[in-house]
């Protein structure tokens, strides 16, 4: 039977929907907050009524609630514990979970707040963003036998490496130990959801295998509009890098680029430059790495400046998972791409044609190098990653693809309804 009628009748009612997050989508410091909130933005234009449950570190100012208020009916903000909150240290210490999950759970003020939300009724979509967060809504869930869509940024068992291979070596047992206990917790999580979204066919058939049933692919996007007028200084030998380093990976990219990528590029072109720019730059990279030639910006709340002023972005990432909005939106930009293949996942870029590809610091070097030395060649190169970027990235059809999601499970009959997972 063809279910495509009533799919795309779910999809075209407004739809109630609940969504959890455990950070605030305002700013855009990260691409986990991009993502939510041009996906927030897309589905509110699309007449859908989004309610919002965050547990946020930060508080909502009135710049969060003028950027939220337009797209969301609510906007309800509980504050996370501190790191070094007593609850925090002992969950820590000798709870069964993996360590992110302990520092976002036991929030019994959440889970109040959550089962309240409930009680209301009317939710068509309950989603919960990151198996990491669902730790105080999982009781009440499984309780109330209430479906749920779970939606995974990264493979987070997967991303250990980035953090863990940096630990002194007599703690790396612990390192092994608390990935072992994020694979358990991810089998839990996904195993419960009636749906589960990845962002990557890579990242989904990992989270198939784990949870046991297909997982759906919502990709990242980018706004395409917003880049459409940048063109790139490709005569300026100026290399771009952009991150949250909150995050690993990201650390791990800098710091590796500037090891082992750069030196062997400043032999053969001493006149390049190297700009760094991201929230929540380390504060010892500059003593670190002290050469004039690098440019530690930290945050820029004009990303298109600095694509403008740049004649390449430098995506030198080694893990990660996912699909990388910053490399996204380097593309949308036109900025000529020279990347490894983890920078490029998910993306559908080919080497040569959208970007230039190499996995080892030597043959990054070279790529940049050419990069750099060829602007004609590298203009194409960028122009040709914008137009695969607008016509396969944008957040109109990743909000579409999501939307598919949705009335898969609002569909009359889905067996959802009576708590179990509908087909994918």
Same mark, same amino acid.
């Given at each position: 039977?063809?279910d495509a009628?009533?799919r795309?009748a779910?999809a075209?009612r *407004?739809?109630?929907?609940l969504l959890?997050l455990?950070?605030?989508p /305002?700013p855009?410091?990260?691409?986990?907050?991009a993502? !939510?909130?041009?996906?927030?933005?897309? +589905?509110?234009?699309?007449?859908?009524r989004?309610t919002?449950?965050? !547990?946020s570190?930060t508080?909502?100012?009135e710049a969060?609630?003028?950027?939220?208020?337009?797209f969301?009916?609510r906007l309800?903000?509980l504050?996370?514990?501190a790191?070094?909150?007593?609850?925090?240290?002992?969950h820590?210490a000798v709870s069964p +979970?993996?360590?992110?999950?302990?520092v976002?759970?036991?929030a019994p003020a959440?889970?109040?707040?959550f089962?309240?939300?409930?009680d209301?009724?009317? /939710?068509?979509i309950?989603?919960i963003?990151h198996?990491?967060?669902?730790?105080?809504?999982?009781?009440?869930?499984?309780r109330?036998?209430?479906?749920?869509?779970l939606?995974?940024?990264?493979?987070?068992?997967? +991303?250990?490496?980035?953090t863990?291979?940096?630990?002194p070596? $007599?703690l790396r047992p612990?390192? @092994?130990?608390?990935?072992?206990?994020?694979?358990?917790?991810?089998?839990?999580?996904l195993s @419960?959801?009636a749906?589960?979204?990845a962002v990557?066919?890579?990242?989904?058939r990992?989270l198939?295998?784990?949870?046991?049933?297909p997982?759906?692919?919502?990709?990242?996007g980018v706004d395409?509009a917003?880049f459409?007028?940048v063109?790139p200084?490709v005569h300026?030998?100026h290399?771009l890098f952009l991150g949250?380093?909150e995050y690993?990976?990201?650390?791990?990219a800098?710091?590796?680029? +500037?090891t082992?990528?750069w030196p062997?590029v400043?032999?053969?072109?001493p006149?390049?430059n190297?700009?760094?720019?991201?929230h929540g730059l *380390?504060?010892?990279?500059?003593?670190?790495? *002290?050469d004039p030639?690098?440019?530690?910006?930290?945050y820029? $709340?004009?990303?298109?400046q600095?694509?403008a002023?740049?004649a &390449?972005?430098?995506?030198p990432l080694r893990?990660?998972?996912?699909?990388k909005?910053?490399v996204?939106? &380097?593309?949308a930009?036109?900025?000529?791409?020279?990347?490894?293949r983890?920078?490029?996942s998910g993306?559908g870029a080919v080497?040569g044609v959208?970007? @230039?590809?190499a996995?080892t610091p030597? &043959?990054?070097?070279?790529?940049?190098?050419q990069t750099?030395?060829?602007?004609?060649?590298?203009r194409?190169?960028?122009?040709?990653a914008?137009a695969?970027?607008?016509?396969?990235?944008?957040w109109?059809q990743a909000?579409?693809?999501l939307?598919?999601?949705?009335a898969g499970?609002?569909? *009359?009959?889905c067996?959802?309804?009576?708590g179990?997972p509908?087909?994918?």
């Amino acid at each position: 039977m063809n279910d495509a009628p009533a799919r795309n009748a779910a999809a075209s009612r *407004p739809l109630r929907i609940l969504l959890t997050l455990p950070y605030l989508p /305002w700013p855009i410091t990260s691409g986990g907050k991009a993502r !939510q909130f041009h996906l927030i933005r897309e +589905l509110a234009g699309r007449g859908h009524r989004l309610t919002l449950l965050v !547990q946020s570190k930060t508080e909502a100012d009135e710049a969060v609630h003028a950027a939220l208020s337009p797209f969301v009916e609510r906007l309800i903000v509980l504050p996370r514990r501190a790191l070094r909150h007593p609850r925090t240290l002992w969950h820590a210490a000798v709870s069964p +979970l993996p360590l992110l999950t302990t520092v976002n759970g036991h929030a019994p003020a959440l889970a109040e707040r959550f089962a309240a939300l409930l009680d209301e009724g009317g /939710w068509d979509i309950v989603q919960i963003e990151h198996s990491y967060g669902f730790e105080p809504f999982a009781a009440i869930l499984a309780r109330r036998r209430q479906p749920f869509v779970l939606t995974e940024h990264n493979v987070e068992s997967e +991303l250990g490496a980035a953090t863990y291979g940096k630990w002194p070596a $007599p703690l790396r047992p612990l390192a @092994r130990y608390d990935q072992a206990r994020a694979r358990r917790w991810e089998r839990l999580v996904l195993s @419960r959801a009636a749906a589960i979204v990845a962002v990557t066919e890579s990242d989904a058939r990992t989270l198939s295998a784990v949870g046991g049933r297909p997982a759906h692919v919502v990709p990242n996007g980018v706004d395409t509009a917003a880049f459409a007028a940048v063109r790139p200084n490709v005569h300026s030998r100026h290399a771009l890098f952009l991150g949250n380093y909150e995050y690993a990976p990201n650390i791990d990219a800098v710091e590796w680029a +500037l090891t082992h990528v750069w030196p062997l590029v400043w032999e053969r072109m001493p006149e390049a430059n190297f700009t760094v720019c991201g929230h929540g730059l *380390p504060s010892g990279w500059r003593g670190r790495f *002290p050469d004039p030639r690098i440019h530690f910006r930290g945050y820029v $709340p004009d990303l298109t400046q600095v694509q403008a002023a740049s004649a &390449a972005f430098l995506a030198p990432l080694r893990f990660g998972g996912g699909s990388k909005l910053k490399v996204l939106e &380097a593309m949308a930009a036109g900025l000529p791409l020279v990347s490894t293949r983890e920078g490029l996942s998910g993306l559908g870029a080919v080497d040569g044609v959208h970007a @230039r590809v190499a996995d080892t610091p030597e &043959a990054l070097a070279h790529a940049l190098i050419q990069t750099l030395s060829d602007p004609t060649g590298s203009r194409t190169v960028g122009e040709a990653a914008r137009a695969h970027v607008q016509a396969h990235f944008d957040w109109s059809q990743a909000a579409a693809r999501l939307e598919a999601v949705y009335a898969g499970l609002a569909r *009359p009959g889905c067996p959802a309804a009576e708590g179990q997972p509908c087909p994918a």
